[in-house]
T-cell receptor, first 114, second 114 residues
């Protein structure tokens, strides 16, 4: 079936470490992927996106890697800070009519200790 | 500042009552979306709208209704037919409904049953 999932529900790191959050997807036809950050009581905040014709994209302190061979997506956060503590979601676009229809994973909670 | 505004932040529904959640955006986005978020689950799509006066059912539309009379507004009504309405409701918008545009979210409305 079509689904987006995460390998680890909770990730605990020390401040200053690099964090890697993983996501597996099952729809090989998905052409667009997004990472979101959600803090408690707030809506998801866009972090970075990547199209299926790319395998890596970098932002400020974040990198997204896409491995289409094994249908795997990861978010790397460099020099993790306490303010990075939140739930992180991946989403894939499974719309096959040209219109976007995102499927969201259940999320990984990132806990950053000072 | 441009953004998406959802109101109210908290809402309580009595038995047999319909309630309406507001979503307004000043980003000049064509597409708007409503999602429901339950603990431990990914976001699920209720309704979406590609353009004014047009909207489509998402994956869990039963018990909900929407309208899109203005570009900037996409209100969601939770009807008495929705038997399990307690959830966090998120509204999003994107420049267009095309597959490679990120969706941006409001800060949600938390609906509870009295």
């Amino acid at each position: 079936g079509e689904s987006v999932g995460l390998h680890l529900p909770t990730l605990s790191v020390q401040e200053g470490d690099n964090s890697i959050i993983n996501c597996a997807y099952s729809n090989s036809a998905s052409d667009y992927f997004i990472w979101y950050k959600q803090e408690s009581g707030k809506g998801p905040q866009f972090i970075i996106d990547i199209r299926s014709n790319m395998d890596k994209r970098q932002g400020q302190r974040v990198t997204v890697l896409l491995n289409k061979t094994v249908k795997h997506l990861s978010l790397q956060i460099a020099a993790t800070q306490p303010g990075d503590s939140a739930v992180y979601f991946c989403a894939e676009n499974k719309g096959n009519t040209g219109f976007q229809k995102l499927v969201f994973g259940t999320g990984t909670r990132l806990l950053v200790s000072p | 500042d441009g953004g998406i505004t959802q109101s109210p932040k908290y809402l309580f529904r009595k038995e047999g009552q319909n309630v309406t959640l507001s979503c307004e955006q000043n980003l000049n986005h064509d597409a708007m979306y409503w999602y429901r978020q339950d603990p431990g689950q990914g976001l699920r799509l209720i309704y979406y709208s590609q353009i004014v006066n047009d909207f489509q059912k998402g994956d869990i539309a039963e018990g909900y209704s929407v309208s899109r009379e203005k570009k900037e507004s996409f209100p969601l009504t939770v009807t008495s037919a929705q038997k399990n309405p307690t959830a966090f409701y998120l509204c999003a918008s994107s420049i267009s409904g095309l597959s490679n545009q990120p969706q941006h979210f409001g800060d949600g409305t938390r609906l509870s049953i009295l």
